[in-house]
């Protein structure tokens, strides 16, 4: 009996050893260094919110995470710091919220400015009645010059990289929560319509979304580096 209670003892000590060393490696791991890129990545929609349907069926919300998932990976991998506003299917507000959608909202952008990131990208998809209609297409803050550059930068590579039939140019916007809010340069990326059956069939496959989460980081990384030779400042003057 004696020893079974040593025994348990010493499991348990070794159990909360071994919990506090990978509690010590996940801090260093997820520590920033001070000259380290931050990006924070923003999965659109989450939880009670599915974002916009595809044609069969398609949550958009799924396909945000899972694009974003990717492209963190990608970024960490050229040693940029990655922030997520989500990583699993739950939204940012309360369940007992009588707005997710505004909490949601801004929730995202309040982790944005404590985080003061060099850019942020916000994953979604899109929708349109004409099932006809397709490509990616990137938006900025009509009113920030550092977000029309990112938009641009990333619009740029979607096309080459994607689909050069894409003939969409990054597109200005005033009306967008994130983007009007956001102080530090910010894009959406709509990366296809899930209303248009071919697209909508690419957007959930693991391929496609590979190569948009490959262009999305170029278009990324060629940002934070064009902004680090300029010298200019990193914030947005909105
Ligand atoms: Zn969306």
């Not at 939880?47 to 492209?71: A, Y």
């Not at 707005?99 to 850019?119: E, G, M």
């Not at 641009?152 to 080459?160: K, P």
């Not at 190569?211 to 999305?216: C, E, M, W, Y």
């Amino acid at each position: 009996m004696k020893k079974s209670w040593m025994e348990l003892v010493m499991a348990l000590l070794l159990i909360a050893g071994a919990y506090q060393i990978s509690k010590e490696g996940a801090r260093v791991v997820s520590q920033r260094k001070a000259d380290q890129a931050v990006v924070v990545l923003d999965a659109g929609h989450g939880g009670s919110d599915p974002g916009k349907i595809g044609v069969n069926g398609e949550k958009e919300k799924d396909i945000n995470l899972q694009i974003t998932l990717l492209l963190k990976k990608k970024l960490e991998k050229k040693k940029v710091y990655v922030i997520l506003t989500r990583n699993s299917d739950e939204g940012l507000y309360d369940s007992g919220s009588k707005n997710k959608k505004v909490q949601d909202l801004q929730n995202r952008v309040d982790l944005i400015h404590a985080k003061k990131p060099d850019c942020v990208v916000s994953v979604h998809q899109n929708s349109y009645t004409s099932p006809e209609v397709k490509g990616a297409q990137v938006f900025y803050f009509t009113h920030s010059a550092e977000g029309k550059k990112l938009a641009e930068g990333l619009q740029n590579s979607l096309v080459e990289d994607v689909d050069p039939e894409n003939h969409r140019l990054a597109k200005g916007n005033t009306s967008y929560y994130l983007l009007k809010k956001t102080d530090a340069p910010a894009a959406i990326v709509e990366c296809g319509f899930l209303s248009n059956p071919d697209e909508a069939k690419l957007l959930k496959s693991k391929d496609y979304q590979n190569k948009l989460a490959d262009s999305i980081c170029r278009g990324i990384l060629e940002y934070i580096k064009t902004d680090k030779k300029s010298g200019k400042s990193q914030k947005t003057i909105t």
